[in-house]
């Protein structure tokens, strides 16, 4: 049974995704490696795939899917024999394929900004806008910016955007579009719960499935739940959802088990914790500018725990010994 990455992959190299479609399933690529193990070995599969005689056939969704659970292609176990031939022909290929989709070449869709474990990325776009990246997140938009002024977005970003009547600015993701003239909101894709929260301005949320259209005016925010497909309207405190692009980590009356996965996304790392009731302790702080060594010092201070690095990522917290 073929699952949903599976999927994703094969559809993408059968080019039976929209081009919004194609450029989300890149993004994905550079941050998560399962599907990019997956993505290779169907790449692999693909470039292997038959052409009969010399009339060149691209196989369908179906025709793939068939092939796979056949068995006839073991991926990464049969070594083919590639002639230039093949090469020419799958050359022919790619350009008939390209050309009959209409599918961006690297040189429109070339830039690509991407923000490493822990880290927070700042950078201007062509229009001056302003683009704040939150940990192991991605960007990308065309070179050709200030004629249509899109970008896809995989993980969780703040956008200052500059206001343009005659070049709408939109944000896309795997399941919103949000369209903006000139305002500041964020917008995390990387959850169940997707949200929009606008800090000024007013835009457009577009649902992708259902195509229903829903405005934000300021301090609202939008969560989409991509599990159940419902939506929550609500207002919201803006500078406690957006502390994260100014480097400040903020934890407020949370449980540690739940505190917990923001301290792993900010400072990159995984904190571990196995007692029941650490994990249940209530922890309120706020950290500004701190680096990894100093949060962790002020959380054994507020704490009273004892954190312990068990090796290169991992950082066990437990009861302290005194």
């Given amino acids: 049974m073929i699952n949903h990455k599976e999927k994703?992959?094969?559809?993408?190299?059968?080019?039976e995704m929209s081009i919004a479609d194609r450029c989300m399933f890149e993004l994905e690529l550079t941050l998560d490696d399962s599907l990019k193990a997956i993505y290779d070995d169907y790449r692999y599969v693909w470039n292997s795939y038959p052409v009969a005689g010399t009339e060149i056939t691209t196989p369908t969704f179906k025709e793939v899917q068939e092939k796979l659970n056949n068995n006839k292609i073991p991926l990464k176990s049969t070594i083919f024999s590639i002639?230039?031939?093949?090469?020419?022909?799958?050359?022919?290929?790619?350009?008939?394929?390209?050309?009959?989709?209409?599918?961006?070449?690297?040189?429109?869709?070339?830039?690509?900004?991407?923000?490493?474990?822990?880290?927070?990325?700042?950078?201007?776009?062509?229009d001056s806008s302003i683009v704040v990246l939150n940990s192991e997140s991605s960007v990308k938009y065309s070179n050709n910016f200030k004629d249509h002024r899109d970008v896809w977005l995989a993980g969780e970003a703040y956008f200052n955007v500059i206001k343009n009547p005659n070049a709408p600015f939109t944000v896309h993701t795997e399941d919103l579009n949000i369209e903006v003239l000139g305002t500041e909101f964020t917008v995390n894709s990387e959850t169940v719960n997707k949200t929009i929260a606008l800090k000024k301005g007013k835009v457009k949320v577009s649902l992708k499935e259902s195509n229903d259209e829903i405005y934000l005016l300021p301090s609202e925010e939008l969560i989409f739940n991509s599990n159940t497909k419902t939506v929550l309207k609500r207002r919201f405190d803006v500078e406690k959802a957006m502390a994260w692009k100014d480097n400040i980590l903020l934890l407020e009356d949370e449980e540690f088990q739940e505190a917990k996965d923001k301290m792993n996304r900010f400072y990159g790392v995984n904190f571990i914790i196995k007692d029941k009731e650490i994990a249940s302790q209530r922890i309120t702080g706020i950290f500004k500018g701190q680096d990894l060594n100093e949060f962790i010092s002020s959380l054994e201070f507020i704490t009273n725990c004892q954190i312990i690095k068990n090796n290169s990522n991992n950082y066990l917290i437990s009861k302290s010994n005194e």
């Fill in 8 to 15: 994703k992959c094969i559809r993408y190299l059968t080019n």
């Fill in 83 to 126: 002639s230039h031939t093949l090469f020419a022909l799958t050359a022919i290929l790619i350009c008939m394929v390209a050309f009959y989709t209409n599918i961006p070449t690297s040189s429109q869709f070339n830039i690509l900004k991407v923000a490493d474990k822990g880290q927070r990325l700042t950078f201007t776009l062509p």
